[in-house]
């Protein structure tokens, strides 16, 4: 079975900075395109950046050039340093991966439960 695990949220005052960390596991034959999203109250789900398998990244035009997504393809892990936090970030952090299963070879988008980010002012 494959498992996301977030880490790193919490409170920071606008400014600041978090670097989310999260780490898939399991029966894990290959992991592609993976990616952060989040939520805030009221708010659908909304993709924040991904990175390839190569290494290539993207980015929600909120998060541009504050935020860098990264990957470490060893430990199967990926992370998002934030930056210059405003309040407007606050929200659930979800990590997002698909991810080839070792045994059912079938390629399969998974979801951690999400690390809360909280910014004041």
């Not at 898939?24 to 952060?36: E, F, H, P, R, T």
């Not at 909120?62 to 393809?73: A, C, H, K, L, Q």
Request: charged share 15%.
């Amino acid at each position: 079975q494959v498992q996301l695990m977030e880490s790193g949220g919490g409170l920071v005052q606008a400014g600041g900075s978090l670097r989310l960390s999260c780490a898939a596991s399991g029966s894990i034959a290959s992991v592609g395109v993976m990616a952060w999203y989040r939520q805030a109250p009221g708010k659908q789900r909304e993709l924040v950046a991904n990175i390839g398998g190569g290494g290539d990244t993207m980015y929600a035009d909120s998060v541009e050039g504050r935020f860098t997504i990264s990957r470490d393809n060893d430990r199967n892990t990926i992370f998002l340093q934030m930056n210059s936090l405003k309040p407007e970030d606050t929200a659930v952090y979800y990590c997002n991966a698909a991810i080839r299963d070792r045994f059912t070879y079938r390629l399969l988008g998974h979801w951690g439960q999400g690390t809360q980010v909280t910014v004041f002012s």
